[in-house]
C-alpha cells in the first residue's frame, strides 16, 4: 500500500478520536439526522473544498460538484440532489461556487479534444457563445479567463431558477435564495457576484413556470 494511501486511514482515525475527546456523543448525534441550511454547487477541483472554504461543519453543508459546477438541466444527479436538499431538506440558500484558474472553463476556451469530457465541456462552451460578444471583445486572455469563469457561474445561478424544482418550491412561498461565487486558488477568498435569485421575476418570461 502507498504511504498516501495508509495515511488516510490513519488521519481517519485520528480525526475520530480528536472528535469525541471534544464531544463524545459528535457522531450520534451526526446519525439521527441533518438539517443543513445551504446547498453547494461547486467543481471537483481538489483545490476548492466546500466545507473548508467556508468553515462549515459536517451537516451544515449539502454538497454537489462536478467538472466547472454546472447546471445541466438533464443532469439527474444534479436535479436529484438540488431536489432532495430543496424539498425534503428546505435549505434556505444554494451558492454555485465556480473558482478561476478552473481547468474546465480554460478547455472550453479553447479547441483541443480531450476525449469523452469534450461532450461535458460542451455545456460550458454554450455559455461562451451566449455571451461571445462580450468575451471576444477582451483582448487580454486572462482577463477573458476570469470573466468567463464568473459569467459562467451567473448563468448556472440562472439554470438553477429555471427549474420546476426552485420555482415550484418559491411558488409554495418557501424561502430559498441562489447566490453566485468564485473562490480565488490564490487568496483563498471568495467573491459574491452579487446575483441573489429569490423569485422567478428576474427570469426572462419564456421561463417562468405557471403551476
Ligand atoms: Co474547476
Request: hydrophobic share 40%.
Amino acid at each position: 500500500m502507498s504511504d498516501f494511501y495508509k495515511k488516510i486511514l490513519d488521519n481517519n482515525k485520528q480525526w475520530v478520536e480528536q472528535s469525541l475527546a471534544l464531544d463524545p456523543n459528535y457522531f450520534e448525534h451526526l446519525a439521527q439526522g441533518q438539517t443543513p441550511p445551504l446547498l453547494w454547487i461547486g467543481c471537483s477541483d481538489s483545490r476548492v473544498p466546500a466545507n473548508e472554504i467556508i468553515g462549515a461543519k459536517p451537516g451544515e453543508v449539502f454538497v454537489h460538484r462536478n467538472i466547472a459546477n454546472m447546471v445541466v438541466h438533464s443532469d439527474m444527479n444534479m436535479l436529484s440532489v438540488l431536489d432532495y436538499a430543496v424539498s425534503v431538506l428546505k435549505v434556505k440558500h444554494v451558492i454555485v461556487c465556480g473558482h478561476y484558474g478552473c481547468g474546465g472553463i480554460k478547455a472550453a476556451m479553447g479547441n483541443q479534444s480531450i476525449g469523452l469530457i469534450d461532450n461535458w465541456i460542451r455545456h460550458i462552451k454554450d455559455v461562451y457563445r451566449l455571451h461571445h460578444t462580450y468575451l471576444d471583445s477582451i483582448i487580454n486572455e486572462e482577463d477573458r479567463f476570469n470573466a468567463f469563469v464568473e459569467l459562467n457561474v451567473k448563468e448556472q445561478v440562472y439554470d438553477l431558477a429555471k427549474t420546476s424544482i426552485v420555482q415550484e418550491a418559491w411558488k409554495k412561498g418557501q424561502n430559498v435564495t441562489l447566490h453566485g461565487w468564485v473562490y480565488g486558488l490564490n487568496s483563498g477568498y471568495v467573491t459574491d457576484l452579487n446575483v441573489n435569485i429569490s423569485s422567478e421575476k428576474d427570469l426572462d418570461l419564456v421561463y417562468q413556470l405557471k403551476f
